[in-house]
Every structure is written in structure tokens, then in C-alpha cells.
T-cell receptor, first 114, second 112 residues
Framework: EPEVTQTPSHQVTQMGQEVILRCVPI?????FYWYRQILGQKVEFLVS????????KSEIFDDQFSVERPDGSNFTLKIRSTKLEDSAMYFC????????????FGQGTRLTVV | DQQVKQNSPSLSVQEGRISILNCDYT??????FLWYKKYPAEGPTFLIS?????DKNEDGRFTVFLNKSAKHLSLHIVPSQPGDSAVYFC???????????FGKGTRLSVIA
């Protein structure tokens, strides 16, 4: 069964460092998303991406964040200068139809900023 | 601002019995509702959905009920199995490419 793959599963980084989280969406999907879940809190939307551009972003997704689809298969989330409060599980998701409905999620990357 | 609320952080049910997970929402613009299941160290897995034009959707052991006037939906699992033990997230959205809004989740434990 096709699945969304995220690497690494766990990333530890020092505050102020740049981090890149990687995702390989399902191959025929066209819509890509990043969500995050801070420990003990709800899953929150960060950004959606379609046709090589951001289609929507939340207020969490500030100038420190960026997304890219550098080739035909990867979808990355970059945090330029990490803060302690960026520590969370980051989930990539993709869907083959417009909208987040029935989006398929990856297993997540746990980011720990120390 | 909790647009989607799951007021029960946890629920324990005996194997074979019915599990009922509840979810309330406040935004009347939501017209699509989903349930996701999440195991530890895995991402949310889509389980079942319902659009606002229906009040019930069934898929095997899983049934979602929607009460639009009460802005309430519930997920019924019957019969419950130990493998159903997971965190269940309710999510809501609007037609089109709008973000899903998630509840905080309910941890279901099915006891053998």
C-alpha cells in the first residue's frame, strides 16, 4: 500500500540551528501539507503546497519556515533558526484531490530543540 | 480557540463492547468531518469521514454519526477489539483546499 515516508524519525538540534525535515509523498498525489503536534496538544496545520507554490499557511508558518519540492519526489520543511518551542512532531501529508480531506499522513518526525 | 473539541482525553472499554468517541465543533462553516486513528510513533491514519449532507456513515465496525443542529459527531466502534487501542482524532474542514482543524484526541484502551 502506498504511504507517505518521512525522514528522519527523530532529529535533535541546537537552538538557532537550521533543520530540514524530509518527506516523500505518495507518488501520484498533487497536494502536500505539513502539520505539527506539540506534545500534549492538538495537531495544527502549518502549510499546504500545490503546483510548486504555497496555497495556504497558518500564522505558525512565519519567516523562519519554508517548504520546497526540490525534485519530483521530495517535499521538505526547513526551519531556518530553530527555537525551543519548535520542538514537536511534524507530520507531512499528501492527497490526490483538492482539500485536506482523506489526506494520508506520514509517520512523523520528532524534532527536539535543545 | 478550540473549534473542535474532544472532551474526553481517555476511554476504556471491554473487548466486544461498543466504544463511543465524541466530538463537538463550533464553526458552522465546517462541512466535512473525519476521524483519524493514531498509534504511538506513527502518523494519523484516516479512518472514516462524513459530509454535512449526511447524518450517518458506516464502514464495517466503524460508524460516524453527525448531528448538525448540536454541532456534534461521534464515532462508534462495535465490537471493540484490543487492536483498536489508539488515540482517535476528530477533524473538521470545509470543502476545498482548507486546512483540517483537529481535536486534541481521545485515547481509547480496549481491554481484553
Amino acid at each position: 500500500e502506498p504511504e507517505v515516508t518521512q525522514t528522519p524519525s527523530h532529529q535533535v538540534t541546537q537552538m538557532g540551528q537550521e533543520v530540514i525535515l524530509r518527506c516523500v509523498p505518495i507518488s501520484n498525489h498533487l497536494y502536500f501539507y505539513w502539520y505539527r503536534q506539540i506534545l500534549g496538544q492538538k495537531v495544527e496545520f502549518l502549510v499546504s503546497f500545490y503546483n510548486n507554490e504555497i496555497s495556504e499557511k497558518s500564522e505558525i508558518f512565519d519567516d523562519q519556515f519554508s517548504v520546497e519540492r526540490p525534485d519530483g519526489s521530495n517535499f521538505t520543511l526547513k526551519i531556518r533558526s530553530t527555537k525551543l518551542e519548535d520542538s514537536a512532531m511534524y507530520f507531512c501529508a499528501s492527497s490526490d484531490v483538492v482539500g485536506h480531506t482523506e489526506a494520508f499522513f506520514g509517520q512523523g518526525t520528532r524534532l527536539t530543540v535543545v | 480557540d478550540q473549534q473542535v473539541k474532544q472532551n474526553s482525553p481517555s476511554l476504556s472499554v471491554q473487548e466486544g463492547r461498543i466504544s463511543i468517541l465524541n466530538c463537538d465543533y463550533t464553526n458552522s462553516m465546517f462541512d466535512y468531518f473525519l476521524w483519524y486513528k493514531k498509534y504511538p510513533a506513527e502518523g494519523p491514519t484516516f479512518l472514516i469521514s462524513i459530509s454535512s449532507i449526511k447524518d450517518k456513515n458506516e464502514d464495517g465496525r466503524f460508524t460516524v454519526f453527525l448531528n448538525k443542529s448540536a454541532k456534534h459527531l461521534s464515532l462508534h466502534i462495535v465490537p471493540s477489539q484490543p487492536g483498536d487501542s489508539a488515540v482517535y482524532f476528530c477533524a473538521a474542514g470545509q470543502s476545498g483546499n482548507t486546512p483540517l482543524v483537529f481535536g486534541k484526541g481521545t485515547r481509547l484502551s480496549v481491554i481484553a
